[in-house]
């Protein structure tokens, strides 16, 4: 069963930034999608950005340009840097893993808070 570890959120002014990481065990990150999703207080989990094992993101309209996903396979980690942050990205933000076919089933990480406050 691989296990995710996430890490780096906290309590940021608007405008600032954070980088969350997400951290795997086992070997099939290289060949896995990953994901980085939020949820925020009384609405549903949406999607924020992920990356193919190729390398291909793709963003929510609502972080394009300020949020960047990337990974790094040597490590088995993948990372979320947040920049010009707003209030309404405040949220739980989960990492996900979405292994090749037949590699295993989706996990989800156990999340991290990120509020966005003056």
């Known amino acids: 069963q691989v296990q995710l570890v996430e890490s780096g959120g906290g309590l940021v002014q608007p405008g600032g930034s954070l980088r969350l990481s997400c951290a795997t065990s086992?070997?099939?990150?290289?060949?896995?999608?990953m994901g980085w999703h939020r949820q925020a207080p009384g609405k549903q989990r949406e999607l924020v950005a992920e990356i193919t094992s190729g390398g291909t993101t793709n963003y929510a309209g609502s972080v394009k340009g300020r949020f960047t996903i990337s990974r790094d396979n040597a490590k088995n980690t993948v990372y979320l840097q947040m920049n010009s942050m707003k209030p309404e990205d405040t949220a739980v933000y989960y990492c996900?893993?979405?292994?090749?076919?037949?590699?295993?089933?989706?996990?989800w990480g156990q999340g991290t808070q990120v509020s966005v406050s003056a």
């Open positions: 086992g070997s099939i990150f290289s060949r896995s999608i």
């Open positions: 996900k893993i979405s292994p090749g076919y037949g590699l295993g089933s989706t996990t």
